[in-house]
T-cell receptor, first 110, second 112 residues
Framework: KAGVTQTPRYLIKTRGQQVTLSCSPI?????VSWYQQTPGQGLQFLFE???????NKGNFPGRFSGRQFSNSRSEMNVSTLELGDSALYLC?????????FGSGTQLSVL | GENVEQHPSTLSVQEGDSAVIKCTYS??????FPWYKQELGKGPQLIID?????GEKKDQRIAVTLNKTAKHFSLHITETQPEDSAVYFC???????????FGTGTRLLVSP
């Protein structure tokens, strides 16, 4: 069974640009969560989608948004990028209470 | 909201020694406490979890303990091996489909 797939693996953007990250969950999993990982801050929860609806939301500004499609694939968008948005963005699909993480998208904002 | 603190941030041990990582949580309503291991270049992976109705759980060389009164839970790794070297995260949630709140991580280095 294929794991969680995130694309692209690496991304370099400049301040002010926007970016879209993609996540394909494990087949049959309907929940997708997004986390931001930075050194010293650990894993910060962004949001979770279930059956195309946002079920939980973290404390990030409105520049961070997401959506989920009918096939459970999810996208995350960050608009007006700031230097502080440089991080590893992890997506996870969920079975019961267990999260299955992808390898992440490493975003660098210059 | 829930806040999870994790210590230490880095831990170096010799192969064969034991390692202990400690976490505290703030929300007494939390009842699910998983531990995730993240190897270099990979996403975190669940290694063990415990619920609030259990005080201790073991799985081979790893064990987790929970003190609900003190709101503490700990990960114990015995007979450490170089392949145990990774970043370990504790987390807490209220169970069900509530979000998982993670600690800041512990980088464990096991030297041969």
């Amino acid at each position: 069974k294929a794991g969680v797939t995130q694309t692209p693996r690496y991304l370099i953007k400049t301040r002010g640009q926007q970016v879209t990250l993609s996540c394909s969950p494990i087949s049959g999993h309907r929940s997708v969560s997004w986390y931001q990982q930075t050194p010293g801050q650990g894993l910060q929860f962004l949001f979770e989608y279930f059956s195309e609806t946002q079920r939980n939301k973290g404390n990030f500004p409105g520049r961070f948004s997401g959506r989920q499609f009918s096939n459970s694939r999810s996208e995350m968008n960050v608009s007006t990028l700031e230097l502080g948005d440089s991080a590893l963005y992890l997506c996870a699909s969920r079975r019961d209470e267990e999260l299955f993480f992808g390898s992440g998208t490493q975003l660098s904002v210059l | 909201g829930e806040n999870v603190e994790q210590h230490p941030s880095t831990l170096s041990v010799q192969e064969g020694d034991s390692a202990v990582i400690k976490c505290t949580y703030s929300d007494s309503a939390s009842n699910y406490f998983p531990w995730y291991k993240q190897e270099l270049g990979k996403g975190p992976q669940l290694i063990i979890d415990i619920r609030s109705n259990v005080g201790e759980k073991k799985d081979q060389r790893i064990a987790v303990t929970l003190n609900k009164t003190a709101k503490h839970f700990s990960l114990h790794i015995t007979e450490t091996q170089p392949e145990d070297s990774a970043v370990y995260f504790c987390a807490a949630s209220k169970g069900g489909f509530q979000k998982l709140v993670f600690g800041t991580g512990t980088r464990l280095l096991v030297s041969p």
